[in-house]
Each structure stands twice: as structure tokens, then as C-alpha cells.
């Protein structure tokens, strides 16, 4: 190991991420002692498009600073790593421009927005080094949240991987209506939770094997946005968390520590009916879900996530390890306000016989030669075509599905060897059934992003409001970054 003027404070702050991580318990039932947070949590800066009706944001490679004193090579949005939160209003129009100053091509992906395939930001729609994307937006969807990404063939992984995504932020009449916490990076807070893994202090470069291509990239630091031990300080009452798992490939399972509860309040898609008590919440790749905890009695609470295994039937039988995402410290200075509001939306339910057509995906995995534990762990040379759906790579050239706009359609997902996430462009949809059942109640929202469990069937029901033309088509696909560049993804229209 190189020794350096830094390495002895880059050890110590290590060595509390790694023993957050390394507390370990069997199954279900693993303990956990929180510690106190060492970093104050990095707020992404608020752009608010009522008052800016010309955001521009800039793509660019940068330094950032994870431990004190080391830099790592990374890309953000107008800075070093991620970007700004932008927050959009229902019925109006945003106007945001992307300007390209990496030395590579990219685009940039509205992932969960209403619009159509021209504004998506998808694989066809490409910036390259220098140039300007000026997208005029029309928001036409409930309150929610939301992020942006890029999504180039072939570099969605390694861009993400270095820090370009971003938060959006959708309000309404009824949003700005209700009682909730939002002072924003006070009582409403973004925490964009990623998965990293660092030698000396610097975060490693993107890079995969066939281990990891198979099971995704799953690496052993917790990041929150672009913060390693860090702890926020907020107001004795309500607080507001926007979670995003913005991983690569890794699952998680979120709760704090003690067993302490919050509630459920939005999926990705929006606001549930009514707020849902739990005491944990499990989010694959691409999911948002908002959550609300009391701290009025100025109790500090750790948010804490369970590292979750690849093969589901691992959690009763291996260790999972865990990670502090965030402290939660109750400040006598803060003002409290915001309330938990007993009703929360009026969703609108399809029916089945809303549906005219019903549509068949499986995510298969064929390619790979399903051996995980081959002595050659190098990336297959084909590793672009080792993943499917319905037994197709994604090819740019072939649009898999063609849908009229306006129609309702069930669609029937189903996996291979382990769970998927499953994202849909252009739309939000409602699981109607999770292998033969219906969902949970927490789950009984508006989604964009849908876990698929290996061997089973998920339904989901949606209507296509948008159109994609065959030259800016929408994507599905699985969120795993990896098995999406690996082939996991196809293209639809939408059209008259």
C-alpha cells in the first residue's frame, strides 16, 4: 500500500464506513449499532423553474472530495458530482437546456417524466462533446419525484457510476395543498443512496467481470449524495425523505435503527391515497419512494440499509452486511412545521377490462452461460448481447413493440435466476397482481419501476398518453445498469 501524507486520516474515516458495513447479523434479525455521522450531508442546490424559466445545466468531469484530503475522478451536473435538484410544476412548461463538456458523447434521460419519446432523453437522442440540448418540458403529471440520467448505449453504467444524475421534483395543486414538510434540505430532503467502493480514499474507476455483469456491480461503501458517514441536521417534528436508489445494480433494504417507524407516503409515479406505517422498505435500481418520520420528541434517528443479496433465498441463510445511510440530528435551532396529512390523493384505479391488449416481457439471461463461478472471470467478448427480453438484445435499429396512444394495456413481466427491476419510459402504471396476489398497500400507487421476483409473474396496467416516433422511441428495460448494457432492454412507439 503507498503511504502518503493523507493516509493515516483516510484510514481512520475508512475504517468507521467499513465497520458500519461489517456489522453483520444472520437473516431477517441482523443487529445493528448506529454511530454518530462524521460528514454533514451534502444538500444538492434547489433550481426552482418558476423562477428560472432558462435552467442550464453542464455536463462535466471533475474532482470530488469523499474523504478529506483525497480527490476522486468524477462527473457531476454544473459541479464535481451529481447535480442540482430541479423542481417542475404540473401545467407548466420548463425550459432546460444540457450542455456537453465531457470528452465523450452522452444524453440525458428523464427518468420518470410524462413526455414524449423527442424529450425522453433516451439512447437516440445524443449530446455530443460541446453541444447543446435545449428541451422545452410541459408538465403533465400529479406531484412525485423523479431523476435524470444519462442513457448512451453502451456508457449509461460507467457515466452514472461517475456521478451524472439529478433530482427532479414535481408539484401540484394538491402537493402544494397538503400539510407536508418542504423546506427544502431541512425538512424535505433528496438522499440519492449509491453504492461505491474506494482504494485510499479515492473511488475506484468503472469496472466490471463477468461476475459482475452477471449479478450487477455491487460495491461495499454507502453513498448519499456523494456523502461517505454523514448526518443531517433537522427540526424536532416532521421530516421528509425523498429517497432515490441511484446504484448501479444494488438492492436495499431501508429502516432505522431501534426498529423506529415512519410512513410511506408517494411511490415513484406519486402520493399514495393515505400515508402506510412500516418499519421497513426494500427499493431495487431507479425506485423512489418518499417517506415521512416524526423526531418531534428530538430523538437523533439512523436511517440504516441492508446490503440485500443477489439470490433472495440467501437472506435466511448468509450474513447481510449493513450500512449507515444517514444520522438524522434533532436541532433545538431548526423550526419544526408540516404535518402527516390523513389523506394524501384520490388515485384513480384501472380496471382489467380497461385493457385492451395484454403484452408478454421475460427477462432472460442465456447469454451469459449462467456460470458465475467460471475460473475465467473475464467479460464474455459478446458481454453487449448476454442479456434479453423475449429473447432479443436490445438493437437499436428494431422497434420490439408498436402501441396506439391512448390505449390501456396489461403488461406481464416475468425474470430469470433473480430479481429485476423492471422500468417503463414515457409512463407511470399499477401492479395489479405479484404472482397471483395483489400488492401491498405501500405498493398501491403510481410506479415507473417494478421489482420482478425470479420464476414469478408481475402485472402492471397503464395507459400511453405520449407518443415516441421510430426515431426517438421509448425504452424498457431492467434498471441493473449492467444487464440493461448487457442487453436487457427494448424499444416501443406510440402513435395514432
Known sequence: MKKTKVLIPILLLSLVAVGAVLALGIGESAAFTAQPGINPLRIPELIDSMENDDIQLVLQNGSHSFYDGVLSDTSGFNGDYLGPTIRLYRDSVAN??????????????????????????????????????????????????????????GKTAEQVHAGLAGVYIIEDENSLALDLPRDYGINDIPLVVQDRSFTDGRMNDYAIDREQLFNGLREDTLVVNGTVDAYQEVPAGWVRLRLLNGSNSRFYRFSFASGRPFYKIATEGGFLNEPVLMESIEMAPGERNEIMIDLSDAATASLIADFLPVDPEDRGRQRIPRAQVLELRVSPELEASGSLPEVLNDIAFFSRSDAVKTRDFVMEMDGINGDRNSRDNSLPANYKESFSI??????????????????????????????????????????????????AEADRGWKDTVVVPPKKVVEVILRFDHAASDEYPFMYHCHMLEHEEGGMMGQFTVSE
Open 96 to 153: 432546460i437546456s444540457f450542455t456537453n463538456r465531457l470528452e465523450e458523447p452522452t444524453t440525458v434521460h428523464g427518468h420518470g417524466l410524462h413526455v414524449n419519446g423527442e424529450l425522453d432523453g433516451g439512447p437516440q437522442s445524443r449530446i455530443m462533446p460541446g453541444d447543446t440540448w435545449s428541451i422545452s418540458i410541459p408538465v403533465a403529471q400529479e406531484a412525485g419525484t423523479s431523476w435524470y440520467h444519462p442513457h448512451l448505449m
Open 390 to 439: 423475449n429473447g432479443q438484445s436490445m438493437n437499436m435499429m428494431m422497434v420490439n413493440e408498436r402501441i396506439n396512444l391512448g390505449d390501456v394495456e396489461i403488461w406481464r413481466i416475468q425474470a430469470e435466476r433473480m430479481p429485476h427491476p423492471f422500468h417503463i419510459h414515457g409512463v407511470s402504471f399499477q401492479i395489479l397482481s405479484i404472482d397471483g396476489r395483489p400488492p
